[in-house]
């Protein structure tokens, strides 16, 4: 109880550091959970309340201006955090109907858009309508004597949607809960201006604390769901289209990519043959056996009969100017010519234009070319 005294003493208002206001938080959670028959109690859960007033006031004002900003993916992921944590945040009813108001803002968003068809503009609409209708009610159902719950049932009606009743367990829990706020005067404006800490005036006196925290919801989640949201719009009317089991090809035809072949992996041999397509004669021998040790069989009939000798093909004429073994080849003879060879007569060469046979007369002598 004092560890979290002190971290309560110190700390900062809702727009500031709110590292001191969560330890406080945690170290209440602890000893309300570790000691719970202690005489401390009451004055822990009240100051419980205090700090989760607090963090509440500095989510719920994150939230605001999100929204204000039309940016109702973060305004709605951080406001929702607070409506599930802090049920007893003095301005629930504002945090529901800001909700609201950021679905309504989506649905005029849908209906102003360009390039979406007309029924899935309206099916969108009247989803993000239906969501902004579903935080109004819960403003009128859980907090039906909160200051601001005729916002809510006059946006119910402007919407031509039902309003809802709130139980009488309802309206006395609300009541209790408004009835157990301070107001805030004017004085504790001007020390709020003035002193260090928060003020906790408004923050109720009875009703539990939540001690333990659900699960945040973050701005990719409502993105998520938007996008989820869109395509189911888009899917509604369209035709479903079943797409069949892939019928198995048949033995004879050709194989497809799209559908299995339910053909043979193996090709099964035909009856009396050896499934290769040629047959394997037999060695010409008419009375062999097989032997019955060898390790590959013979391929035919036992009785095969001898082939036929193969016949001798005729013999080429001899040529003429061909030499045969043994033969002495014959010199040509030569003529008679008193023994001597005859020569080849000399090639006339008067005719030819040749400068080497001529003789140059004169001045011609002196000239080298």
């Known amino acids: ?33 570790m000691f719970p028959d202690s005489t401390l109690i009451p004055r822990a859960k009240q100051r419980l309340r205090d700090v989760q007033e607090v963090l509440a006031e500095r989510e719920a004002q994150i939230g605001f201006y999100y929204e204000s900003r039309e940016n109702y993916n973060a305004a709605i992921a951080r406001l929702d955090t607070v409506a599930d944590t802090y049920p007893l945040y003095s301005k629930s009813d504002q945090v529901l109907i800001a909700i609201g108001d950021a679905y309504a803002g989506e649905a005029h968003g849908i209906q102003i858009a360009t390039g979406l068809p007309s029924a899935v503009r309206e099916r969108l609409r009247s989803i993000y309508e239906d969501k902004a209708a579903e935080a ?51 004085t504790d404006i ?63 035809e050709p194989p497809r990519s799209d559908r299995p072949s339910d053909a043979p992996l193996q090709m099964t041999a035909p009856a009396g043959g050896t499934g290769v397509g040629v047959q394997v004669v037999a060695a010409p021998s008419g009375t062999a056996t097989a032997d019955p040790n060898a390790l590959v069989q013979p391929v035919g009939s036992a009785t095969a009969t001898a082939l036929p000798p193969a016949v001798k093909p005729a013999e080429a004429p001899a040529q003429i100017n061909d030499i045969k073994p043994g033969e002495v080849p014959t010199t040509t003879p030569v003529a008679a ?11 006339d060469l008067s005719e030819d234009s040749s400068s080497r046979k001529k003789k140059k007369k004169g001045l011609d002598k002196l000239n080298p070319f």
């Open 136 to 186: 109004y009610d819960k403003v009128i159902t859980r907090y039906p004597m909160a200051p601001h719950v005729e916002d809510a049932r006059d946006r119910l009606v402007a919407m031509n949607r039902p309003v809802p009743e709130p139980t009488n367990a309802a309206i006395a829990e609300s009541d209790a809960e408004e009835r157990s706020r301070q107001p805030l005067h004017f």
């Open 337 to 347: 010519n008193n023994g001597k060879k005859k020569k080849a007569p000399k090639a």
């Open 1 to 33: 109880m004092k560890v979290a005294d002190i971290y309560y003493q110190q700390m900062e208002k809702p727009d500031r550091d709110f590292t001191n206001a969560q330890e406080a938080e945690e170290q209440y959670r602890k000893m309300i959970n």
């Open 190 to 252: 001007t020390l709020d201006i003035i002193k260090r800490g928060p003020t906790v005036v408004e923050a109720t006196h009875v009703g539990e604390p939540t001690l333990t925290d659900p699960d945040r919801t973050t701005a990719p989640e409502v993105t998520r769901q938007n996008v989820a949201l869109f395509k189911e719009a888009e899917a509604v009317g369209q035709p479903v289209t079943a797409t069949a089991a892939p019928t198995p090809t048949g033995a004879n």
